[in-house]
């Protein structure tokens, strides 16, 4: 399920520093806390495991801001009187949670210790699922993280790969298949993943999370269309949890579509 939720500016041209997944991601957190604290908590600490692997099963786009100005190569000025954002749930317990929190907690703050502001919810709208088959294409809304691990002065270190990278295309398919083997409700069908192709030239984007904290850290993804061939239960699970690492974060939104 998906939603397109529109805010309005609280004051004009406010300030957001350019990395805001973080403030994002926990804004959705305590949206659903809300409505469902202990669901909320659950959600945060261990999700849906699998192995050594735990998911979240949701993600969000990028803040659309028509009008913008970039400051100091740090914040965003809002120029825009309304912005929105996108976010996917691929569980209904979550999208249902979140929805009803969010008329009751109607404001996002977007703060770091030089600045701070604030945006109005002013609507929240369902979107229209695509029709999900064996061959789709899509494009990124945010970016799309695929890493690998590898050991770098001894120390186990998560390598962040293009999809120019010859293993991109393994990592990418394992991932799905990893979400969809944790994932509690399935339709009894083993799912394939045939394969990957990029169709256009990806551009980098380096995030920064936590910026300013001791937990900081630096995560790699590209925004890019691809061409996926699989079956339609993962263009779902993809499409609406998520393609790749990290998607609570805000990694790996993608659309239907170029």
Not at 24 to 43: G, H, K, P, V
Not at 225 to 238: D, Q, R, V
């Amino acid at each position: 399920m998906r939603v397109r939720i529109t805010f309005s500016q609280g004051k004009q041209r406010q300030l957001i520093p350019i990395n805001y997944n973080y403030f994002i991601s926990s804004f959705l957190y305590r949206t659903i806390e809300s409505a469902d604290s202990a669901y909320s908590q659950w959600l945060h600490d261990s999700g849906y495991v699998s192995g050594s692997k735990s998911f979240k099963y949701f993600t969000f786009s990028g803040l659309h801001i028509p009008e913008r100005e970039l400051v100091q190569n740090r914040f965003i000025s809002v120029l825009s009187p309304k912005i929105d954002l996108t976010v996917s749930m691929m569980s209904d317990k979550a999208i249902e949670s979140f929805i009803i929190g969010m008329f009751e907690k109607k404001k996002l703050r977007i703060f770091n210790n030089v600045t701070e502001s604030e945006f109005d919810i002013n609507t929240v709208e369902r979107l229209p699922d695509p029709h999900f088959s064996e061959r789709m294409t899509f494009r990124a809304m945010s970016p799309v993280v695929i890493s690998k691990n590898e050991i770098y002065k001894d120390k186990p270190s998560a390598k962040y790969l293009s999809p120019s990278d010859e293993d991109y295309e393994l990592y990418f398919g394992r991932n799905l298949l990893e979400k969809y083997a944790a994932y509690p409700i399935k339709n009894g069908i083993e799912p394939e993943f045939e394969s990957f192709t990029c169709l256009d030239e990806p551009k980098s984007r380096l995030i920064t999370i936590r910026e300013g904290l001791p937990e900081e850290t630096k995560v790699k993804g590209y925004i890019f269309s691809f061409e996926l061939k699989a079956s339609p239960s993962l263009m779902k699970l993809g499409y609406e949890s998520g393609f790749g690492n990290l998607c609570s974060l805000g990694f790996g939104c993608g659309r239907a579509g170029r």
